[in-house]
């Protein structure tokens, strides 16, 4: 919600470039261009622009045929666009309550903090078949921040896939935060899910596989 804003107040050609890019692991100008439906020059003027700002930096893409490319990607800069739970505050929070109440104490939190939202999300999706709960539930991630989006897989199964996570930081001391998050959608939908994540080159994507 906080990024949708913010694409309203400022340039929305930055922030449509921004979300194309949070989805990849870097992309051309061409491939921006097609993408966004915007002309080559637009998009080259606004990623200068966005680079010099520090949101974007350049690599070097290898082509299998050719000189390597310039593409762009997102810079750590680019981060506090999308929600974040309060990190900082999160994790000073959790280890505080670990010192004070014991060890299993912020797991404890965590599983409150989940059944919680798990009984928010079970009054908000709609829908009779499993597939329509799915994108009811995915479009209220997207809403929240989570770039989500629902699909039918070629083998015919559903799969939500996620390109930003509130929990990323709050994970790199609580790993379990992904464990308790498959649970929640798990019982939200009332089907079985797993989770699958893939990190490349600043490309976070998470895949929940429904059945």
């Known amino acids: 919600m906080f990024?949708?804003?913010l694409r309203d107040i400022a340039k929305p050609q930055w922030f449509d470039i921004i979300s194309t890019l949070k989805k990849s692991t870097g992309l051309s100008v061409a491939e921006l261009s097609e993408s966004l439906g915007m002309s080559y020059m637009g998009v080259?003027?606004?990623?200068?622009?966005l680079t010099k700002r520090g949101y974007l930096d350049t690599?070097?893409?290898?082509?299998?045929?050719?000189?390597?490319?310039?593409?762009?990607?997102?810079?750590?800069?680019?981060e506090p666009l999308f929600v974040e739970l309060g990190a900082e505050f999160v994790l000073g929070l959790l280890k505080n309550v670990n010192k004070t109440y014991g060890a299993s104490a912020a797991e404890k939190l965590l599983f409150g903090y989940f059944h919680e939202i798990g009984a928010k999300y079970?009054?908000?999706?709609?829908?009779?078949?499993?597939?329509?709960?799915?994108v009811s539930f995915s479009k209220i991630r997207d809403l929240e921040g989570c770039l989500s989006s629902c699909?039918?897989?070629?083998?015919?199964?559903?799969?939500?896939?996620?390109?930003h996570s509130p929990y990323r930081t709050i994970s790199s001391e609580y790993p379990?935060?992904?464990r308790m998050e498959e649970q929640m959608i798990a019982k939200v939908l009332g089907a079985n899910v797993s989770r699958n994540e893939e990190e490349?080159?600043?490309?976070?994507?998470?895949?929940?596989?429904i059945s």
């Open 59 to 78: 690599w070097r893409r290898p082509k299998a045929v050719g000189r390597p490319e310039k593409a762009y990607r997102l810079t750590n800069k680019a």
């Open 3 to 5: 990024f949708k804003v």
């Open 176 to 178: 379990m935060i992904y």
């Open 151 to 163: 699909e039918i897989t070629s083998e015919g199964s559903i799969r939500i896939t996620e390109y």
């Open 200 to 209: 490349a080159s600043g490309l976070l994507r998470c895949e929940f596989n």
């Open 122 to 134: 079970l009054k908000k999706v709609k829908g009779e078949t499993l597939y329509d709960k799915a």
């Open 44 to 49: 080259k003027q606004h990623c200068v622009e």
